[in-house]
């Protein structure tokens, strides 16, 4: 399967998921809110040139709030965690290591340390944003907080089990034309 074909789909199926289970998951806690959809972001190659990093944010970003019915909402946390990950990614890696290793982020291709540190830093930076966004209507700094220890937490969690449950084969990338 092409590297496009296989981000289509992930493209649908991560907005599907958040849109249609875990936005309808009844709330554990006032603080606890799944996300996992950001993460069609962090499993993007590492070849993907910075703006059309930032083009593909913004329509993913986009189409996730249209489907949750918060047009917007969605669409700053994924722009600032799109234009973070190249500079997180190059100071996680070495540059020959992204120039010759694997495809795209993954266990596999960058390791335990680096992985857990890229996507711990990178789910922070989201669930801050978004929970910044909706705590600006709120007001409550203990909620802001909270609900940002609480989804990061969750979030974590869910990442690290779809990692595990659908390990990706990563293709190796070579020099050869």
């Known amino acids: 399967m092409s590297s496009l074909l296989k981000n289509i789909i ?4 991560f907005i599907l998921v958040q849109a249609f289970v875990l936005n309808k998951i009844p709330a554990l806690h006032q603080f606890i809110k799944p996300y ?6 962090l499993w993007l190659p590492f070849s993907i040139p910075r ?6 944010a913004f329509i993913f970003g986009l189409s996730m709030g249209y489907f949750t019915g918060n047009p ?6 994924c722009l600032v965690i799109a234009f973070l990950r190249p500079f997180l990614i ?9 120039e010759v290793s694997y495809a795209e982020p993954s266990l596999k291709s960058m390791g335990w340390a680096p992985y857990s540190v890229y996507v711990i830093i990178l789910t922070f930076v989201h669930h801050a ?3 910044f966004i909706e705590w600006m209507s709120v007001g409550n700094f203990l909620f ?3 609900k940002v220890a609480g989804s990061t937490a969750i ?7 779809t990692e595990m449950l659908f390990s990706r084969k990563a293709k190796f990338r070579t020099n050869a034309a």
């Open 10 to 13: 992930r493209f649908a199926l």
């Open 36 to 41: 996992l959809y950001f993460l069609y972001i």
């Open 51 to 56: 703006s059309f990093l930032l083009i593909v």
């Open 72 to 77: 917007g909402l969605y669409l700053i946390p």
């Open 90 to 98: 190059n100071i996680l890696l070495p540059q020959e290591t992204t």
């Open 129 to 131: 944003v978004i929970v």
């Open 144 to 146: 802001f907080v909270g």
């Open 155 to 161: 979030s974590l969690l869910l990442i690290f089990i």
